[in-house]
């Protein structure tokens, strides 16, 4: 039982999908920090993200973990590493391998059931290949000149100015979209908001009151859909 919340960078995924899960009492997973954690991993082992073997090996020795909001390298807490532009820079190339995201898809798959087996997850293809199965399915878009202002406030963008800021998502995008394995994509059944004319505010109250109609109310309590 997970609220899958899907969309590329700078929608506003994560504050949306925290506020969600503080209301419904949910633990929350950012599955793009379990990425960002394996991409410093391949960065500091000095490997060539586009290396699919070497990369994998990488990965399947890096202990990636993710605790209170925070991804892990072993006992590391490396969230704020995770954000560098350094990584930002590499993230997308280590996650098209398909092998490494089969990795990774395990690990939060996994998380969320040892987790109690509900949360909110929020990614890139959370509604469509890690939790098919989810029973409220959101697409966060926005127009690009609103992500980039919104990326732009974020400690990733290390200072970069807006256009500059503006081409890195646009090369995201289109890496995140086009990949062969789970590219970025809306799930058919996704419910989409647009994040350019909606507020935060009222993104959440849309999100909850499709997680009503799912059984989910506010202050964890359940009710059969
Ligand atoms: O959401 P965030 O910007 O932290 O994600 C970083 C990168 O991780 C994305 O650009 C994408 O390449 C990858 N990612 C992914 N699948 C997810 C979440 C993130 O491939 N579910």
Same mark, same amino acid.
């Given at each position: ?138 697409? $966060? ?66 999100? $909850? ?17």
């Amino acid at each position: 039982m997970v609220i899958a919340i899907d969309g590329p960078g700078g929608v506003g995924k994560s504050t949306v999908a925290r506020r969600v899960a503080e209301a419904l009492r949910l633990p929350y997973l950012d599955t793009g920090s379990t990425y960002r954690a394996a991409t410093l991993a391949v960065l500091r082992a000095e490997v060539d993200p586009a290396n699919e073997d070497a990369v994998e090996a990488v990965v399947e020795s890096a202990a990636i973990g993710y605790e209170t909001d925070r991804p892990y390298l072993g006992e590391e807490e490396v969230g704020s590493g995770a954000r560098s532009p350094e990584v930002t820079a590499a993230v997308s190339a280590v996650s098209a391998h398909r092998r490494v995201r089969r990795n990774i898809v395990a690990l939060q798959q996994r998380w969320v059931s040892d987790h109690g087996g509900e949360a909110v997850v929020e990614g890139r293809d959370i509604g469509t290949v890690v939790f098919p199965e989810a029973p409220v399915k959101v697409f $966060l878009t926005a127009r690009p000149e609103v992500r980039a202002a919104r990326r732009a406030g974020d400690s990733e963008a290390g200072g970069r100015d807006l256009s500059h800021i503006a081409d890195e998502l646009a090369a995201r995008d289109h890496a995140d979209s086009t990949r062969e394995a789970s590219p970025l994509q809306q799930a058919d059944d996704a419910v989409v908001l647009d994040t350019s004319v909606l507020s935060n505010h009222e993104v959440v109250a849309r999100i $909850l009151a499709l997680a009503a109609v799912a059984g989910y109310r506010e202050g964890g309590d359940r009710s059969s859909p």
